[in-house]
């Protein structure tokens, strides 16, 4: 369901020689997996019979038996497919083969390219390489054969894997596959696991894939060697699932394979299709969603300091190199007390040499409140910087006087006029001292259009530009921990206040404006942010997650900040198409000139469409 598939690597309990009870062993797991809906199942290499049969694979008797257990195990994969090994004779050769089971039948054959000859393996022994021949007779029926074999769900066609058998790895991911079978036999050494898990990682990123890997367990012959049952599911360089060392059945996961292809499409990947041949089959969707998403998927899930300081350096690198580059060694930065402002203004610390060279100036005015200027203020002491506080309120009320705009009439012209005012002081005084103008919007506001056009939208260098809301909300409160004293007792307190422009007058000395009574959590534009932009995940797609990681009680919360996002999304690109510079230090960005290239004036009606039919 939208493009998520429940996967298995597994591990069974094999009996070296012994094919009929290692089939029936296997015959339970698909079973188990079935129940567990599954859809694709991947065994290790030569399960059937056991990877250290040795010279036993010889012999006809086993041969015979590894066929009559393909009769036996075709007919329960229904509505699941499983990829088996064995050894298969065929053409006067012994292969290493994988046996692709679906629809109640072999769909396809795999033999394995690249035999091992080192560590204890000989496997040019017993095995040849699978060239030369398209076809085999199996079960009286020519069954295709091959490594260019592409298994696709007629219902689904996102879902189409390839079997790629052994630690070797090949990209078929340009022949359209988005799941990357691999059976293995590799064995154990102390720290082999975390080379091998690396490699996997690895090349699911580089390739833009899910891989499921599925290795030879206990039950294997340790007269040389010790086998672990190493069993990975990854997707694009994250572990989504592993199971220990020296274990055994099944590991389950759900492959996004919505997601790879949307990422070797965006990125331009071109799908050669070759010699590729395609086989489909059908499987049964259960719709039950194994996967669980964070409701915050930008924040680190470890290491949180290193995380930190790591971000606020490549901040501070980006706007020291454009400080270089237009010869100045001075910054200025509206601070009102508030997370964005917070956060540019720890970045502009770090870029500077002399603190003194870095000027903050707050503008208090009509929606100040009490707590956000005094920790303003506060903040910009603790730090040493240069403060300036320039109340707006006459020049404002002037420009009404000037506008004809009756200062009682609380529209958009009352807000955006001090917005404005305010981004003409800091580029008025940057004129003045030849400083730059630091921008504080955040990659939220600026997804949403949350920001005044040619107001707080406008300036010099926007450190911020990817770093969405929940994230300038972590850094500062993390950084507050690093820090610790009165820096860090005012950064706490800034990142519990709540969010707003402060735009209109405070009700009874509180704000009155709070911007997510608005728009909506900002939680949910971010997660919408990860996925959809991200990720092209369908409003649909979207919402079927948002609800795993918010809970169901939540739906028609989610539901209405969605109709949101995406109606101010599009409707808002105009500001992002004449956004300042700024930095790409996070997954997403929506800067114009690399990352996100739409006309201002597209419609959003197939997105709306299909959150009203939610």
Known sequence: MYGLVKVAAVTPKVTVGDVEKNAEEIARLIEEAKGRGVRLAVFPELSLCGYTAGDLVFHSVLLDACKNALKKLAPICVGIVAVVGLPLSADGKIFDVAAVLGDGKILGIVPKSNLSNGGGSC????????TGISSVTLMGGEIPFGNGLIFYDRSETEFAFCVDIGDSFRDYSLSGANIICKPSASFETVGKAKTRRTILLGHSASSAVGYIYASCGCGESTTDCVYGGHRMIAENGE???????????????????????????????????????????ETKDTGRLHRKYSPVPFLPQADEKEFTESLLALQAAGLKRRMNAVGTDKLIIGISGGLDSALALLVAAKAVDDIKDLTAVTMPCFGTGKRTLTNARKLCEALGVNFKEISIEGSVKKHFEDIGHDINVKNTAYENAQARER????????????????????????????????GDHMSSYGVNASVPKTLVRFIVSEYANICGGETGRILKDIAATEISPELLPPTNGKISQKTEDIIGRYEYHDFFIYHGLQYGFSPKKIMYIAVNAFGESKREEIKKALKIFWSRFFAQQFKRSCMPDGAKVTSVSLSPRTDWKMPSDASAKLWLK?????
């Open 423 to 454: 981004t003409q002081v800091l580029l008025d005084m940057s004129n003045d001292s030849g400083a730059l103008v630091v921008g504080t919007g955040d990659l939220s506001e600026l997804a949403l259009g949350w920001a005044t056009y040619n």
């Open 239 to 281: 572990m989504l699932a592993e199971s220990g060392l020296l274990t055994d059945g099944l590991t389950v996961a759900d492959l996004d394979v919505g997601k790879s292809e949307f990422l070797r499409r965006s990125a331009g990947a071109v799908v050669s299709d070759g010699s590729v041949r395609r086989i489909a089959f």
């Open 610 to 614: 299909e959150i009203d039919e939610l």
């Open 123 to 130: 496997e040019s022994r017993y095995f040849c390489k699978g």
